[in-house]
């Protein structure tokens, strides 16, 4: 039986409300029924950009569970009256996900990033998750993802990870994830981090809830993508007055 869970709406993109654990309980179960799941892990940014993109928003609309990435999108649902109790980001999931495979002997397939990270990458998947079936892993600059899609088709991986950004990945999925049952994820940057070629906020920041500041100061070109989260909250109270009035 497929676990469902009751929705937040925060400028009409629905968040699973639920806490992480429950989350990955779901997933792997959908996993093992090979049942076929598409998952966003969305941040402000992701749902500012949907905003201005129709096309781009029914592909969040119509994903099995979009869960909430980033403090944001929590402090979003307390604008308007409701608690989501935790965060559920795409790198923390993308972790839980790794070590369920590694025990349940599962497979993978990881699309994304440079060569350079795919190259550090690799060892590191063998090392840290010797029981982890690889199917594929090859770097996220393609002109043609159908080949790529095709060599999934066949493998039949237990999940695809994909790391090319939003919103590629998210539409890449919604073209082709009917060629493969099991789990479809967009993890942005995650590879970058997994292969160490990019840190992770220190616990201080991540405890904090300002692991954003800490790539902010790490990556000062972020400003500007920085940019949307005032206005996302911006437009989650402008949702709150519309819902009162």
């Known amino acids: 039986m497929s676990t469902t869970f009751n929705t937040i709406d925060i400028l009409t993109v629905p968040f699973i409300n639920t806490t992480q654990e429950a989350f990955l309980s779901a997933v792997e ?14 941040n402000p940014e992701i749902v500012m950009y949907a905003q201005d993109d129709a096309h781009y928003m029914s592909l969040l609309q119509n994903a099995d569970y979009v869960t909430p990435d980033g403090i944001g999108i929590i402090k979003g649902a307390a604008i308007l009256g409701t608690t989501l109790p935790e965060r559920i980001t795409g790198y923390d999931v993308l972790l839980d996900l790794l070590k369920w495979g590694n025990d349940a002997h599962r497979s993978a397939y990881f699309v994304g990033a440079k060569q350079s990270v795919i190259d550090a990458l690799t060892p590191i998947l063998a090392t840290k998750y010797p029981n982890l079936n690889v199917k594929g892993i090859r770097n996220g600059y393609f002109d043609d993802f159908a080949p790529i899609a095709a060599d999934i088709a066949t493998k039949q991986p237990d999940m695809v990870f994909l790391a090319v950004g939003f919103p590629k990945q998210e539409q890449l999925i ?18 970058d981090v997994l292969s160490g070629m990019t840190k992770r906020a220190p616990e201080f920041f991540i405890k904090h809830h300002i692991e954003w500041f800490y790539r902010l100061i790490s990556e000062p070109t972020r400003f500007k993508r920085m940019l949307a989260l005032p206005k996302y909250l911006r437009a989650v109270k402008k949702q709150r007055s519309k819902q009162g009035a």
């Open 29 to 42: 179960d959908r996993v093992t029924t090979r049942k076929n799941t598409f998952v966003v892990t969305a």
């Open 174 to 191: 919604a073209d082709y994830r009917h060629q493969n049952n099991g789990l479809w994820m967009g993890v942005g940057g995650s590879f």
